[in-house]
């Protein structure tokens, strides 16, 4: 009888990470291309390696606290 292997459960994380300009547009417009062909796009994060589903959902979130204003581009899918 053969094994079937479990599935490692990822741990929890929220980190940010800041990148110069350069970098940043780079990994934005490989994610847009991607978005626009209708594909998956992968990406590595401080170390872990992600894979976005081509039906991840997108939304734009605003904040505004203490005279300070962020954009957040997010992406959410249920990991596989």
């Known amino acids: 009888m053969a094994q079937k ?4 459960k990822r741990a929890d994380r929220d980190l940010e990470k800041t990148y110069p300009r350069k970098d940043f547009v780079a990994k934005l417009r490989r994610l847009a291309d991607a ?3 209708g594909k998956a796009f ?3 994060v401080a170390g872990e390696r992600l894979r976005i589903p081509a039906d991840a959902l997108f939304n734009i979130e605003h904040e505004r606290e203490d ?14």
Do not use: C, N, Y
Not at 5 to 8: C, D, G, M, W
Not at 69 to 78: A, G, H, K, S, T
């Open 5 to 8: 292997k479990a599935k490692a």
């Open 35 to 37: 978005i626009e062909a």
């Open 42 to 44: 992968s990406i590595q």
């Open 67 to 80: 005279g300070v204003d962020e954009v957040e581009f997010q992406l959410r899918w249920q990991r596989e």
